[in-house]
């Protein structure tokens, strides 16, 4: 039976949305789900110790965000953005996306200000991407250029330009620089403080992490009628040998595997899907899973998300783990953002988040 799009939408009022973050990260609002009770009960992210304990084990995407929107300047002095998407085979050469694209055939040539950088289009591809090769020599890489140059991409709804607050408000506490592979924030991580991580190790919980190389699929929403028609977007993702065995290895009672959130679900639940048991060497490959009511969950017993998008796959996910194996969490979730609009949550990747135990 088909899963009509239309179960996942919701009025968002635009003013929920928001626009810059707590002034401290765990100040944030949490509103706690407990689903064997059929409970809500509300309080801030500071208080997740409270929530969570010995042998608990959190699992968190590392994923650093690159500076990806590049300003640039065509010959004829018309401006470019460049939004890097990911790197190619070749260093030099990065899958981006280009505006205004009918601007930039292959063969056209834009550069930063003041010359900061130059670059030319090799390829126009499909869904409006582009192949863009940077002429840039060793030891400069695009990276390092975007490092140099380049502006947080902040989500299409955040209404305003990035500031250099946004360089280490839209990165959590530990992104691993050395993992500069995502476009977007895992935003679940983002309300987590140094003192707070220290806090929760003290109390015996644990720390293993991923990385999913989260890609602008996860702003897509679903414009079909049926969620099953959705064409699903891929992204790539690693997991240490360390963090599969502790997947394998489920905590004893009252221990649980907690997944900060839906980028460390996605990745967490590929790997088990496709693996036994943990490998010897580290794992790197792609997802297109999409998981949505009745999906059941392999890996995960609690998850810690923020507040999503109408008619987005994350719904669909969360919708599903509140009520893994049927459909009744759909409805559930309804209620749960009715009552956070009604309390006056604040949505999307700078406002508050969900537990979910």
């Known amino acids: 039976m088909s899963l009509p799009t239309h179960l996942f939408d919701y009025e968002l009022p635009a003013e929920l949305?928001?626009?810059?973050?707590?002034s401290r990260r765990d100040e944030s609002r949490l509103l706690v789900v407990r689903r064997r009770e059929h409970s809500t009960e509300q309080a801030h992210f500071s208080d997740l110790p409270k929530y969570l304990g010995k042998g608990d084990r959190l699992f968190r995407n590392n994923a650093a965000v690159i500076p990806a929107r590049l300003g640039g300047v065509r010959p004829t002095g018309g401006k470019v953005e460049c939004f890097l998407l990911a790197p190619t085979s070749d260093a030099n050469v990065w899958r981006c996306l280009l505006r205004p694209a009918r601007k930039l055939p292959a063969g056209a040539r834009f550069g930063g200000e003041?010359?900061?950088f130059s670059a030319e289009v090799v390829e126009r591809g499909v869904e409006g991407e582009s192949l863009v090769r940077f002429d840039l020599s060793p030891p400069d890489t695009v990276l390092s250029l975007a490092e140099r140059h380049g502006h947080i991409p902040l989500p299409p709804y955040i209404a305003r330009a990035d500031v250099a607050a946004d360089r280490d408000r839209y990165q959590t506490?530990?992104?691993?620089k050395g993992q500069a592979v995502a476009v977007a924030a895992p935003t679940a991580g983002l309300h987590f403080t140094n003192e707070l991580l220290a806090q929760l190790a003290a109390q015996g919980v644990g720390f293993h992490n991923l990385t999913l190389h989260v890609g602008m699929g996860t702003f897509k929403p679903i414009a079909t009628d049926t969620v099953e028609a959705h064409p699903i977007h891929r992204e790539i993702y690693e997991v240490p040998v360390e963090t599969q065995q502790a997947l394998f290895t489920k905590p004893p009672p009252p221990g649980r595997r907690v997944a900060v959130g839906t980028t460390a679900v996605r990745s967490i639940e590929d790997f088990l899907r496709k693996h036994?048991?943990?490998l010897e060497a580290p794992f790197c490959g792609?997802?297109?899973?999409y998981l949505y009511p009745p999906a059941e969950f392999l890996g995960v017993d609690a998850l810690i998300t923020n507040f999503h998008l109408p008619r987005s796959t994350l719904l669909c996910l969360v919708s599903a783990f509140l009520s893994p194996g049927s459909e009744s969490g759909i409805g559930w979730l309804r209620e749960i953002y009715a009552e956070a609009i009604a309390a006056r949550y604040r949505f999307l990747s700078y406002g508050d988040a969900m537990l979910i135990l």
């Open 173 to 176: 506490v530990y992104a691993d």
């Open 286 to 289: 792609e997802s297109a899973l």
């Open 17 to 22: 949305i928001a626009q810059s973050p707590a």
């Open 114 to 116: 003041r010359g900061s």
């Open 276 to 278: 036994p048991a943990p």
